[in-house]
Each structure stands twice: as structure tokens, then as C-alpha cells.
């Protein structure tokens, strides 16, 4: 069963940086794709980065330019670098992933409708 594994949040001060990892040991993630979402205290859950099988990224506008989403296929694990936070960033943040999903990997940025669903990592950003 695909256990997508989370870590790497923590808190931090208004403008620090944070790098989430999600980690899908014991399979080949080559043609998956992967996405970042969060889920804030007393809010819907949003998509914040996806990509695609190709490296193609997509991102959330309240996150472009400070945000870079990453994988590495041959470690199976996905990659979120998080700069220039702020406290509008605090959230649970959960890794979701399908292998060789049948709409856009850019879609589900939308919906985050991904079947399987990690258990998320908190970041806490300080004022």
C-alpha cells in the first residue's frame, strides 16, 4: 500500500525558509504525479504545487515565486522549498500523489482529487 511520508515543517519567523519532503518508499514514482496542498485552521484545503511526470511544475498564485516544487525519481521522493513565508503560509501541509493520473497533473491543482494522501506536516510561520 502506498504510504506517502511527510517531514520537514517546523515553525518559523515571518520571511524564514522551510523544505518539505514526501517521501513514497519502495516504489517507482517516474510516471506520477505529485502535489503539495494545505489545509489552514478553519479553512478549505487548497492546492499549493503540482508536477507532473515530466518536471512540469504548477503552482498556486499565493505561492509563485516564493514556492518551488521538486522531485527526485530516483530517491521516490517529492520536494517543496518554501521561501519568504509569512503567517498566511500556516498550515498542515499534505503530499498527495497517483500514478498516472488520466486528466493533467495541472488539474488536480484544482480539485485535489490525487488518490493517496499523506499525514501531513505542520509549518508554522510567526509574525
Known amino acids: 500500500q502506498v504510504r506517502p511520508v511527510e517531514s520537514g515543517g517546523g515553525s518559523v519567523q515571518h520571511g524564514g525558509s522551510l523544505r518539505l519532503s514526501c517521501a513514497v518508499s519502495?516504489?517507482?514514482?517516474?510516471?506520477?504525479?505529485l502535489g503539495w496542498f494545505r489545509q489552514a485552521p478553519g479553512k478549505e484545503r487548497e492546492g499549493v504545487a503540482t508536477i507532473d511526470r515530466y518536471g512540469n511544475p504548477a503552482y498556486a498564485d499565493s505561492v509563485k515565486g516564493r514556492f518551488t516544487i521538486s522531485r527526485d525519481n530516483a530517491k521516490s521522493t517529492l520536494y517543496l522549498e518554501m521561501n519568504s513565508l509569512n503567517p498566511g503560509d500556516t498550515a498542515m501541509y499534505y503530499c498527495?500523489?497517483?500514478?498516472?493520473?488520466?486528466?493533467?497533473?495541472?488539474?488536480?491543482?484544482?480539485?485535489?482529487?490525487?488518490?493517496?494522501w499523506g499525514q501531513g506536516t505542520l509549518v508554522t510561520v510567526s509574525s
Open positions: 519502495g516504489y517507482t514514482i517516474n510516471r506520477w504525479c
Open positions: 498527495a500523489v497517483e500514478d498516472d493520473p488520466p486528466r493533467p497533473c495541472s488539474w488536480y491543482l484544482v480539485d485535489g482529487k490525487l488518490e493517496v
